[in-house]
């Protein structure tokens, strides 16, 4: 009896902490993953204020574009700010508006993706035109064309480039959604009549989330180099706040004289989405292992 | 084919038709009012209301947007509000502009794409495909102002071998702009040039994979024969559609490089009358870029369904 018992499984196994996953890692991902820690790092000190010098502070008798020394290690911008500590406080600015896009372009992309995919018919047929018509624009076009009547809030910044990037989202987040929702155990949620809700995240989700984590990684790294390109186009953070692109600018004109100042931030922006890309690279390429390994156990 | 045909034509302007409705929309619609973001700090009731007045946003906007999307087709693209001079006067000279870098751009960028991929599937898994991989890595994690500021530095400044701006004007003819071109071309291929170079090996590979490629190989067919006599007609319409996507892509990513090198093409005008609020402007530039961009979208599914020996010649 109490055998029996036993060898029922509860309904699923909790998923535990994939160990796996970090253990298996190849040295480039695990150069990634150093790289998004090491700019976590910088966010949580530009948020503390650990900075060695203040966001905004001057030194005079260091003048503009000092070279690197012992006190400034990345020289000084042209003001007299010292480079490290701007480059600190950027990165909160930047990452955060580029991490607060990405979820909110997650949120709309996948509510909408797997409200096409579950519902179909014509709320698929209305969301998929709309996203179609989007997506035939170029994002930068677009995104200075909205940007011109509303202006430069970061805010603004934020709502454009999540609306824009979450046709991407909508369009691979209805792809697996659809691979899901037609398959028996959603028909039998649906049969049982489960709202659209309740399938979404108890059905859809949990068979969809790993591709959605590496869409999350790329889907970062582009709002984040997009935000660095309006601010490097001067329609993005505006000064005197610090953020990667909008340094690049500010310090551009003296590249001209063989300085280097505006290639310290430019490389901050660089050495991030390498990370990220690196991570993402070693997801997607286990999904595929682990997908391949399924296949086969099917086939045997 | 001659129905496909049509039918991608249509699409094609009807796409064209909402891309213009969207730009329009997006400067009208959207809740900023454009009359108070011309003024800014100086709005009063007074010159909001003239202003108001001779942008004729006072008309209903489904009247503006017809007489809008008329003068356009007629090239009438409005005028300026900073230069109160005809837009399509300033933009003839900085369009011409943009081409050119983007041609040059595309005469660099695609024989070498082409050229390299079709090398990478022919020496599959050896160290050029490691070399792909990486490439390709950087090119979609590096801005293109890093690569621009980067080429600058060592390639304008430090070797000295070319100027570092690239501010070109009406009275140059074509050889005096060419020494102009190369850094900005230069970072626009290495921008594009990796993705087209691996969706290229990807296409060849997929058409080497099938048997009649086996087939030749069978008889003992070289390598390179294989490649460019037997699988190089198939892999004609997707190279074709990757080239031109990919070119699509350089008409946007211009927008970038041209300020990086301050050259004065319609990207540079395009940013400098967005952050002026010269809404006329910024309409006129985006319509441009979009139909560039849709035009090009169309002509590779209309040149790949033309280069398909399949649809050619239908059973």
């Keep these: 009896m109490s055998m029996i018992d036993d060898k029922i499984p509860d309904a699923l196994p909790r998923r535990r902490f994939d160990w796996e996953f970090f253990s298996c890692m190849p040295l480039a991902a695990r150069i990634g993953l150093g790289i998004i820690l090491l700019n976590v790092v910088m966010v949580f000190m530009a948020i503390f204020g650990l900075t060695p010098y203040g966001e905004t502070e001057i030194f005079r008798d260091l003048g503009n574009w000092a070279p690197p020394s012992a006190e400034h290690w990345l020289g000084s911008d042209q003001i007299g700010r010292d480079m490290l500590s701007r480059i600190i406080y950027g990165a909160a600015t930047t990452i955060g508006i580029a991490l607060s896009a990405t979820l909110l372009s997650f949120t709309m992309g996948i509510l909408m993706g797997f409200t096409a995919a579950v519902m179909g018919g014509l709320a698929d047929n209305v969301l998929s035109r709309i996203v179609d018509a989007l997506m035939a624009i170029p994002t930068l076009i677009l995104a200075l064309v909205v940007i011109s009547v509303l202006g430069t809030e970061i805010y603004i910044l934020v709502l454009v480039i999540a609306v824009l990037d979450s046709t991407r989202v909508f369009r691979l987040s209805r792809a697996i959604a659809m691979d899901v929702a037609v398959m028996e155990f959603v028909e039998a949620a649906r049969l049982r009549g489960e709202g659209l809700w309740w399938i979404m995240r108890r059905e859809i989700l949990p068979n969809t989330i790993m591709p959605l984590i590496a869409e999350f990684g790329l889907r970062f790294s582009f709002a984040f180099l997009f935000i660095a390109a309006l601010s490097f186009l001067g329609l993005g953070v505006q000064p005197p706040h610090a953020d990667w692109g909008g340094m690049v600018r500010e310090n551009s004109q003296v590249i001209s004289y063989g300085i280097a100042a505006p290639l310290y931030p430019a490389a901050a922006i660089a050495l991030l989405t390498i990370g990220v890309n690196l991570v993402v690279d070693y997801i997607l390429a286990r999904q595929n292992r682990s997908a391949a390994a399924a296949f086969e156990e099917q086939e045997l | ?315």
Excluded at chain 2, 176 to 200: F, N, Q
Excluded at chain 2, 305 to 315: F, Q, S, T, V
């Design chain 2, 1 to 315: 084919m001659l129905n496909l045909l049509l039918r991608r034509l249509a699409l094609g302007v009807m796409t064209l038709w909402v891309v213009s409705v969207i730009i329009f929309a997006g400067t009208e619609i959207l809740p900023g009012d454009v009359a108070t973001a011309i003024l800014g700090q100086t709005a009063t009731p007074e010159n909001t209301a003239a202003i108001r007045a001779q942008l004729g946003l006072n008309e209903p906007p489904h009247e503006r947007y017809i007489s809008w999307l008329g003068g356009f087709l007629q090239g009438d693209l409005g005028m300026s509000l900073t230069s109160r001079r005809p837009v399509a006067d300033q933009i003839g000279f900085r369009l011409e502009n943009t081409l050119l870098l983007a041609a040059v751009a595309a005469m660099i960028a695609v024989p070498l794409a082409i050229c390299l991929g079709l090398v990478a599937a022919i020496r599959q898994g050896t160290v050029f495909d490691r070399g792909i991989s990486v490439s390709t890595l950087l090119a979609i994690s590096l801005p293109e102002f890093f690569i621009g500021y980067i080429l600058i530095f060592f390639v304008a400044v430090h070797l000295g071998w070319l100027p570092s701006m690239s501010n070109v004007n009406a009275r140059m003819d074509l050889w005096d702009k060419l020494p102009l071109l190369i850094l900005p071309a230069l970072t626009l291929t290495l921008v594009s040039v990796a993705h087209m170079m691996r969706m290229t090996r990807a296409a060849v590979i997929s058409v080497m994979n099938s048997p009649y490629i086996e087939m030749a190989e069978l008889k003992g067919i070289r390598n390179w024969r294989i490649v460019v006599q037997h699988a190089l007609p198939n892999v004609l319409s997707p190279i074709i559609n990757i080239v031109i996507l990919n070119l699509a892509y350089l008409v946007v990513g211009v927008v970038v490089v041209e300020v990086v090198f301050t050259y004065p093409g319609m990207g540079q005008y395009m940013v400098d009358s967005v952050s002026k609020r010269d809404v006329p402007v910024v309409q006129a530039c985006g319509l441009i870029f979009a139909t560039v961009y849709v035009g090009l979208n169309m002509t590779a599914d209309i040149l790949s369904i033309l280069a398909n020996p399949r649809l050619r010649h239908p059973k």
